[in-house]
């Protein structure tokens, strides 16, 4: 049969072809179960996203024998250093004090196409391949030889019959939205990005090149957090492009707009990246002659307005089948911390285990405690994401300067204790959302 052509049955139909629906599939066929995947897009997107994988996420590829090729792909980095503008460190996280209850004591810093080719990579070789150009617009109950099935609709017209569908098609999910589920705000109770609803902050991101040779003051080794009265400024390595006309090393750039400052454009250029640089990056406050790093090519640029949702549900019975969401289909945040394609990942590797499960049950009466466990604890663990990811973006944008003299102050002094800062780096590799065995 054509891979790319719909059959008009699956068993599990995993809707979205991003990280969490690879990983959901990959997982699903590693407990035995032959997922169908499809995806709205004509072919894999490359566009920038995610750059950074925590070491619980490292630990649940590992699961699914992917985690030794991203880490050979991407840049591991043992330490996260907080800078003030004159780049006197204020702090530095480092991951290897938790090398005794991990095998991935690092930040691993990977494209997020990257992550999803090395998906689907395992994914076809374990004889699945993303059908592609298959956008789902409606989901129906329907009778399949007596049995209650769903009937998921395609754009193209055709028509897929499933018993379980898993929504893994992102934040603005069509599954969520059709089975019912709200995607809530958990500060207002209001339905999220909509009039009324809270909002974070602005974001701006570039991958970029640095032309060589690099200032001494800019490391490949680290990911630094400058905290300036003008905003924090991220700048993180990245694998250098595969491409031959590549000058300078890759970066990716990211910084807040703070209140008042004038709102940017869409996409900046790299005359706007370049003001920022020189007015508040590294070498901007030195005296000693070093000068900021320059631009030597902006690869993608985009503006990114963070807002927190989660799901009201991650599981439901309805149009005939069992709903499942992954990803953020059921919870969004502030990539602040870059916790999305993580916790996503996480969900995913659960999802397909469980509903492995669910579907090997025999059809006891409570044969639903097995999703409805995965619900509420992926539900809980979101709304923890949610909080961290929260409590580093209002760290990072202290509103007054006696704000950032408190933070930097209390900063300097939490990361100096050891403990604090094993339990601060643990907090942020995710471990603490393992399961208990
Ligand atoms: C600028 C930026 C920076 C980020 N940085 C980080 C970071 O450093 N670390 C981190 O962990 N996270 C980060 N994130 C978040 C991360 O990118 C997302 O959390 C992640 O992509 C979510 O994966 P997903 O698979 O749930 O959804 P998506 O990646 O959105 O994938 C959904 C897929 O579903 C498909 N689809 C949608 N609707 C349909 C439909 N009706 N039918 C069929 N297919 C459909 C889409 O085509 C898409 O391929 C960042 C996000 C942004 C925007």
Redesign the pocket.
Known sequence: MDPQQLPSYADVVV????????TCALSLAQNGLSPVI????PAA?IV??????HPNTLEDLDLLGCADELVAAGICTDCLTWKSQNEQAIGVIRFSALKSITKYPFSLFIP?HVVERVLTKKLAAAGIRVIRS????AMREAVDNTHVVCELQMESGETLRTKYVVG????????RTMAGIRYIDPHTGKIAASEGASRGSL?V?ADLTLAEPLPPNVSRDEAVMILTRGGPLALVPLPDAETESQTGRMFRFATVVMPGDPEPPRNPDAAYFQRIIDKRGPGSHRSDGIKPPQIARVFET?R?QAFSAVAEKFFLRAHGGCIVL????GHKHS?AG???????VCDAVRAGRDIAKHFQSPLTTDVDSILETYAIRRKEIAAQVIQVAETIETMQNPATWWGIIVRNVVLRLVLLIPAMNRAVAFRMSGLGYREKQ
């Open positions: 809707v979205g072809a991003g990280p969490a629906g690879l499809v995806d709205a897009r997107q920038m996203r995610a750059t950074v994988i997020q298959k956008k789902v617009i893994a098609d992102g934040a603005q999910s069509t599954i974001f991101l985009s990114h992954v990803g953020d289909a990539p870059g916790q999305g394609l993580n916790l996503g």
